[in-house]
């Protein structure tokens, strides 16, 4: 099961007055009419020339301070107005630099905004084919009919609501208490000693890269969560529990989504590099040195999950298993029995790893089964979703044997106890047969819409019955 989620309630984002990180905008002239647009959908001008807002005018908010923003256009470059000289905007950014940095000044009665570029001009709108950033004034323009007024659309806001968007929005103090709150309250060394005894004999506890840097992380992230991961573990141990530490957000994203600190939605993990020309690949390496050096004399400690869901979209099979066969040798350097754990990319085939699951020894291969995501069970019956489970997913895992995450929720509506009871107890049976036993997403959370995604609560409403042993996140 997961024991302390990243993630925090997305009411909390609706109390703030400014852009989060990874909403989506769009800037129409109000002088032009016309949508500002990255021409090609990002390498060339900005140009204000389309009548209608699709996806080459809709931009990616970064947030850096207050007021100050990057936009991150299609082809994730960033608007950019490097071009001083010629004062002409383009979507050419490389990275969130001071070129790529914009003021912006939103009057909330009319959604207008004003833009203002680093150069301390801003940008306006005179010409369909070009934007500048040369409007000059000893003042900032007025809320008029004038080139240098946009109205800004908002087509998503705060789709992200990961720890990424809590801590860059809340900033370093009031992030910091927030957290502090969360990791003192969410779990104690009671909820340890309650799994223990119904039988859970095991954890996986999700981190951040960023706790191979604590007390002092990158930012936006707060000290805290390395302090979170001790008490995991010392209460673990009194309860003769195991811990696998699970490194879920690396630098980059390996899947863009909001529990891998996505800043924007966009991964690249594979190919990106921080500000240093180091890889991103190679900063994991370092966190994993570091959580395999700190925990592998622990008792408690089961084992190290290298990666989390790389999607298939993002993460070429070649890199990942090269990056896999690095962090294994990293792992063994420090210990001969703790287990290695891999992921698969998600939406690729698990038996892409078979080869590694071979080569490595205590290797095991990370499989995560939910009847509740795609089309394919959008419309199945109580018994569709019983029978999936014993047959197609019995065979996967008879033909991979490994481990199997899961939870008790599907795409089906108005289904009984009983029939969730049922659903329960195949997965139980089913996923009991892997190698490495079952995990369970998540052991508690705190939205009650989506009761059944927790474990304690179903477990005691009776909506699943006891389980003989196997572990929670």
Known sequence: MKIA???CDSTIFLLLNFLQDGSQIQFRSVTLNKFMSAEGGG????MINRQVGSDWETFKVWRHADNVYSFRVFNNQFISALNASAAVVGATGGAAGKWERFTLTRNLKNNRVH???YNGMYLQARDVNK??????SSSEPDWGDNSATFEMIITIASPLHGEYQLANGFGPVDAARVLKYHRDSFISANDFEYLSKIGINGVRIPVGYWIASD????KPFVPGSLQALDNAFLWAENNDMKIIIDLHAVPGSQNGQEHSASIDGVSQWATGRNDYGKSYIDLTLEVIEFLASRYSGRQGLYGIELLNEP?????????????YRKGYEIMRRYSAETYVLISPLVGGDPGDLLDLGNEFFNSIIDLHYYNVFGDTFSNMTVQQN?????????????RLNQRGEWTNEWAVRGASQEDYQRFGQVQLQMYGQATAGWAYWNYIIDDPSNNHWDFKQSYETRYLLRPSSGWLH
Not at 43 to 46: E, M, N, P, R
């Open 115 to 117: 833009i203002k570029a």
């Open 215 to 218: 007390p002092h992380p990158p």
């Open 311 to 323: 999607m298939i979209h993002y993460v070429p099979i070649d890199t990942l298993k090269s990056y």
């Open 386 to 398: 019983v029978d999936y489970v014993s047959v197609n997913r019995h065979q996967e895992i008879t």
């Open 131 to 136: 934007v500048t950033a040369d409007y000059m």
């Open 5 to 7: 989620s990243s993630n």
């Open 43 to 46: 390498g060339g001008k900005i």
